[in-house]
């Protein structure tokens, strides 16, 4: 059964072809030369660049994969149904439900930690306040990005990426799968009782359930949140090269502090 299902499987994902383009590597500016002052911000923007581009990508081929096992199993019986989604569908779906979570992060951790590192050159009397990395969150990629221009646009469309309507359309899977129960992928229900506290602080519990989670329904969603994260990266890239520009004004002149443009 193992070697048919895996073969059905190869041959539907040799048949996919991108939907989205990938996200691109090697598009920095930044000199490659440049006073050791600013080794940190090079340093992380080499390896951010690189994982970020790397994330997203990951992201489109779990989608990709999601695809063909729609089209294989359609094709199977019940014995096979069954063991291709606790294999192979339901670990995939999993991840690929919370990566945009995942991506939204690394994108806050970078903005903050680069923007940080830039604003040497924006901000008289700088200092290294930015708190330890598992404190950053997005009011700290706001603090620091917000003498950039291009950070706006980058933040509106970062808002876009794991927020509350794809919170809300996945019926809080990230959450609850973290810390109760999720919704099952494709078979299988759970949240048969449910406590909830009413407005008047009486206490009631709801029976009922809740029904698996298609691949029909979420590939549509992730599709959606891997263009939103395309879309964050094109402006994420436009930020770095704001701020790559004037770094490497700032080393070819030696000036220590531009002015606020």
């Known amino acids: 059964m193992l070697n048919k299902v895996i073969q059905k499987y190869v ?13 691109p590597y090697d598009w920095s500016i930044l000199n490659k030369t440049l006073p050791i002052d600013w080794a940190a911000y090079s340093q992380f923007l080499d390896e951010h660049a690189r994982e970020l581009s790397n994330s997203i990508n990951e992201f ?26 606790s294999e192979f569908v339901s670990p ?6 919370t990566m945009p979570y995942v991506i939204r992060s690394r994108f806050i951790y970078s903005i903050a930690h680069l923007s940080h590192q830039a604003n040497k ?25 917000a003498h950039w221009k291009k950070y706006l646009k980058l933040k509106d469309s970062l808002e876009k990426v794991a927020n509350k309507a794809y919170d809300k359309a996945t019926y809080g899977f990230r959450n609850s799968y ?6 099952k992928i494709e078979l299988g229900m759970t949240g048969f009782v449910t406590r909830v506290i009413q407005d008047d602080g009486d206490v009631r519990y709801a029976f009922g359930h809740l029904d698996p989670i298609l691949l029909e329904y979420v590939i549509p969603l992730l599709e959606q949140q891997h263009i939103s994260c395309l879309d964050v990266h094109e402006r994420y890239r436009n930020l770095v090269t704001e701020q790559s520009v004037q770094i490497n004004k700032i080393a070819c002149n030696g000036n220590s502090v531009l002015p606020v443009l």
Not at 63 to 68: E, G, Q, Y
Not at 134 to 145: L, N, Q, R, V
Not at 178 to 183: A, K, L
């Open 60 to 85: 489109q081929r779990h989608i990709i994969s999601l695809k063909a096992w729609k089209r294989v199993i359609s094709a199977l019986n019940e014995e096979e149904i069954h063991f291709a989604i």
């Open 121 to 145: 050159i924006k901000l008289e009397g700088w200092q290294d306040d930015l708190p330890l990395d598992d404190k950053i969150y997005f009011k700290e990629a706001d603090t620091y990005g």
């Open 11 to 23: 041959e539907e994902r040799q048949a996919i072809e991108l939907s989205a383009p990938l996200a």
């Open 178 to 183: 973290n810390h109760r129960y999720s919704p």
């Open 92 to 97: 995939i779906a999993t991840l690929s439900i």
